[in-house]
């Protein structure tokens, strides 16, 4: 065998022994690609205090250990992804940051897909203003309603509410994954009264989130032109995810949430998604960032399905 393999030298480039195509690969100054990346590390007025800022570099870094091929479906992922770079938001306020975030997702509206990597889940507000409040609905995989009040200014628990005041009509937005225990009674009456679709964690456990996120995509297509998904990452079992301080035990799968990723991909009408809530310095060894990186596979998939 030994000899054999040696009848058939390799160069460097061909050989995969050291190395292969990675997912980093795809990215790039590429101002033709149909997707586009942007990092968006807000951390300030967080709740919980932490290092959300660190997402967008650790996302990064990560994506070098990530193959370009898929053993499940024998398909290799393609799509170019120009590199947008990092907004510069170190101690930004969420008021504050918000025309530079929505400047910079409007900037990408001709792309089919921009991503947004956080940060905390103060940056999606200014993501769903990105293309333009008027014909965007919103879809959150997320433990949290996030409809605290505004009377004390823009936090990471308060985006949803503060789209609502903005204008967003309430039956544009539909909330997949809230956890119990984790939630007060008033934000549960807000979200209902305001007509917001609301699907438990329970709902996503016994169904699927994969159904259940196909079911209110069907449901948002109808209502708007364009989808912006907040990928709010605490929403996955505490067990499989500890990097946000906002995970809890009884969340739904990482499967479950790859799965649900490959399906908001692949909708035609989702335009703009964002990452929120990773914070690498609560990582345990390297699980954080390896979930992030596979959730930025899924995506790509589903979008390359489309």
């Not at 997912?23 to 919980?48: K, M």
């Not at 590199?83 to 504050?96: E, F, R, W």
Request: net charge negative.
């Amino acid at each position: 065998m030994a000899a054999s393999l040696r009848c058939h030298p390799m160069t460097l480039e061909d050989s995969d022994a050291l190395g292969w195509r990675s997912v980093a690969d795809l990215i790039g100054d590429h101002p033709d690609a149909d997707v586009a990346l942007i990092g968006a590390g807000l951390n300030e007025r967080s709740l919980t205090p932490g290092r959300c800022d660190l997402g967008p570099k650790a996302f990064r870094a990560v994506l070098p250990r990530f193959s370009t091929y898929d053993v499940e479906t024998g398909e290799t992922l393609e799509v170019k992804i120009h590199d947008a770079g990092d907004l510069a938001l170190k101690a930004v306020t969420p008021a504050n940051a918000f025309e530079p975030v929505r400047d910079a997702v409007a900037a990408q509206a001709s792309r089919g897909l921009t991503v947004l990597i956080g940060g905390n889940n103060a940056i999606t507000r200014p993501g769903v203003h990105g293309p333009g409040l008027g014909r965007t609905g919103l879809l959150t995989l997320d433990a949290h309603f996030d409809l605290r009040d505004t009377d004390q200014g823009l936090t990471n628990g308060n985006p949803v509410q503060a789209l609502l005041e903005d204008g967003l009509d309430g039956r544009r937005i539909s909330q997949v994954g809230l956890a119990p225990f984790a939630n007060t009674k008033r934000a549960h009456e807000k979200a209902k009264a305001a007509g917001i679709s609301v699907r438990t964690a329970r709902e996503c456990r016994e169904q699927g989130m994969a159904v259940v996120v196909a079911e209110e995509l069907e449901r948002l297509s109808g209502l708007c032109e364009v989808i912006y998904v907040d990928f709010d990452i605490d929403v996955i079992d505490r067990s499989q995810w500890p990097a946000s301080p906002g995970a809890r035990p009884g969340g739904v799968s990482a499967q479950d949430f790859f799965d649900a990723t490959r399906v908001i991909g692949a909708h035609p009408k989702v335009r703009a998604v964002d990452l929120t809530e990773y914070d690498p310095s609560l990582e345990i060894g390297d699980l954080g960032s390896l979930t992030a990186g596979r959730w930025f596979c899924e995506l790509l998939a589903g979008f390359e399905a489309r």
